[in-house]
């Protein structure tokens, strides 16, 4: 699925110091949901200089409802 497609290419391309992430915005569980410029927000941060050691993985801005 996602997580294993996530972590696949998160791997193949870190030797281009290209990272993959992804951002899951809808759950089946009902939680917190956020806003488009939160989305946005953590979008950026994930591509900023102090997320460089942040790839592979799949998140889920819920309110921490869903625990991987």
């Known amino acids: 699925g996602l997580r294993g497609l996530t972590r696949i290419a998160a791997a193949e391309l ?8 992804a951002v899951c915005l809808e759950r089946p569980v009902s939680g917190e949901s956020i806003s488009p410029e939160q989305a946005a927000d ?25 625990m991987c």
């Open 14 to 21: 870190r030797t281009d110091q290209i990272r993959v992430n």
């Open 42 to 66: 953590l979008v950026l941060r994930l591509c900023s200089p102090s997320a460089a050691q942040v790839t592979g993985q799949v998140i889920y801005p819920d309110g921490s409802l869903a």
